[in-house]
């Protein structure tokens, strides 16, 4: 019996070895055709302003120009302004803003270290069908930035984080389309 293990060891081995090449993580591009969830009828995006119930008013100004250069930039979408000259609607909603204190001066106690998240509502429309392509109602990202603890080298670094909140945003909210994730 040890002599029979012996010699079926190499091609249980192999047998096993066999289906490895077949095997795949499921990793693929955002934004190339094969890997593109939305239909191909659509070859139009409008982005029009995004409504807001927050203080941070910006914000409904950054969030659509940074999504119109990420779709223009990593896809074969056209964008354009007028949503009547679309195939799908792009809208959105900022419907939460919170910023805190990450870290803390020792010697002032003052914050020196903000963490800013925005939740929105995201949605992706057939404008034909009115059939919904895309849609995340919690959608959250987060960025975090330095404030000066020295008032007299003090610079207001929220406007800065805004808009790299929005590229950061923007990036996810292509990607989740793209991917439908």
Known sequence: ???LLR?????????????LPFVSC???VAGNSTSDTIPKNIKTIAIPAFSNVTIRYKLTRYLP???TREFISRTRYQV??????????????VVRFDSYPLTLDPATARASTVQTIVTMQ?????RATNAV?????????????EISVDPKAY????EVAMDRLSREAARSVVSAILENF
């Open 80 to 93: 354009v302004n007028d949503p009547k000259d679309a195939d799908a609607i792009l809208t959105g909603a």
């Open 155 to 158: 610079f207001d670094e929220s």
């Open 26 to 28: 499921g990793y693929h």
């Open 7 to 19: 010699r079926l060891l190499p091609f249980a081995r192999s047998l096993f070895l066999l289906p």
């Open 65 to 67: 120009a940074a999504i």
């Open 1 to 3: 019996m040890n002599g």
């Open 122 to 126: 995201i949605r992706l429309r057939d």
């Open 133 to 145: 392509l895309f849609e995340r109602l919690h959608f959250e990202s987060r960025q975090s930035y």
